[in-house]
């Protein structure tokens, strides 16, 4: 009987982190989503701070945001991407599906600076 109770905890613990990891991994990838929407908007420049994000609070508990890099820099060292957004646990930093995500925004970075060059300036030049 304490060893089927024990098991049941231990079984309890284990749902409730596989579900921490979940909603880290779903914040992170909802972060890297914003991020890549703001590089878009903004000619493929890298945010500043989180206000420029507007996520919710959560996001600050579960993912890092180096913003101190620049997007020239992202778009040099392609593998710098890999340490520019995180997960705060590193388990759910090795989450597959996040570095295909960040594969994708290092493309966007790119993609965003290109689409910028070409816009016409004040006056359609």
Request: glycine share 8%; hydrophobic share 40%; net charge positive.
């Amino acid at each position: 009987m304490l060893l089927g109770c024990a098991g049941l905890a231990v079984g309890a613990l284990w749902m409730v982190r596989s579900q921490r990891q979940a909603t880290r991994g779903a914040v992170t990838r909802e972060v890297i989503a914003r991020i890549a929407r703001y590089a878009e908007a903004h000619g493929g420049e890298w945010p500043r701070t989180w206000k420029d994000l507007d996520v919710s609070p959560a996001a600050e508990r579960y993912v890092r945001v180096r913003f101190d890099l620049p997007a020239a820099r992202l778009r040099a060292e392609p593998d710098l991407i890999y340490t520019a957004v995180t997960a705060r646990e590193a388990s759910a930093s090795t989450d597959p599906a996040l570095r295909e995500e960040l594969d994708r925004l290092r493309a966007r970075l790119k993609t965003a600076r290109r689409a910028a060059g070409r816009r016409p300036g004040p006056g359609g030049r």
